[in-house]
């Protein structure tokens, strides 16, 4: 993919973030990854998405070193590239601050999958890490929230689940491009939100069935997918 491109779609996934209100200010970054090049593209530290180009897209290799560009990457870079690193099929990545997914975070509290909207997208809990402790915060703190990331995702498919809450902070979410992980933001902050006013109703929800989760997440990502048009 030429780099050119890569930094478009970034661009686009930044925006997107943007444009759904998931963002205030600066709060929040959108990468992407080029398998074929090893070249991910991410938001620039500090600048307003208002003022972003495709130039202004930092490009950097898996380990970090800056192939091209002349701002500063975002400060969350260590933890997109950990992401790349271990999750094989994720080419985009974004990180927010969005309200309801982030007062889950911290509450330190997974959303379970209460109805068929969650599980359309979600095929368990959203998960959340386990807290840093205070050595990985004072040591490379966004690498290591990068590997509590993939700790929690042992066992778990991270395209069947594609987010997490990092304790006391907030959300990340991916997906197979730039693209699909601003969508994955955008509906992670809804299932929050829907979460979180079933809460408010009732404190004792149970979680979904399995037969109706199965017959949700599968339609539409299972083996045999009938939704939409193939």
């Not at 759904?20 to 990468?31: D, E, P």
């Not at 990854?33 to 208002?50: D, N, R």
């Not at 992670?188 to 006013?197: N, T």
């Amino acid at each position: 993919m030429l780099i050119e491109l890569l930094r478009q779609q970034v661009l686009e996934a930044n925006l997107e973030i943007v444009r759904r209100c998931l963002v205030l200010y600066t709060f929040g970054n959108a990468s992407g990854f080029s398998p074929e090049e090893g070249l991910v593209a991410i938001k620039p530290s500090g600048v307003p998405f208002e003022k972003l180009r495709p130039e202004d897209m930092v490009v950097t290799d898996l380990a970090g070193k800056i192939v091209d560009g002349t701002l500063r990457p975002s400060s969350d870079l260590a933890t997109h590239l950990e992401i790349y690193r271990h999750f094989p099929g994720v080419l985009g990545v974004v990180h927010t601050h969005s309200g309801h997914a982030t007062a889950f975070a911290q509450a330190r509290m997974e959303i379970p999958c209460f109805g068929t909207t969650h599980a359309d997208y979600f095929y368990g809990s959203v998960p959340l890490t386990a807290p840093l402790t205070e050595a990985e915060i004072a040591s490379e703190y966004e690498l290591n929230t990068g590997k509590a990331i993939v700790r929690r995702f042992e066992g778990i498919d991270p395209l069947t689940r594609p987010g997490v809450l990092v304790s006391s902070h907030g959300p990340f979410a991916w997906g197979a491009s730039p693209a699909k992980a601003a969508m994955n933001a955008v509906l992670l902050e809804e299932i929050a939100r829907i979460a979180s006013i079933t809460l408010s109703i009732n404190p004792q929800a149970q979680a979904i069935g399995k037969a109706l989760h199965d017959e949700h997440f599968l339609r539409k990502h299972g083996p045999g997918a009938s939704y939409g048009q193939g």
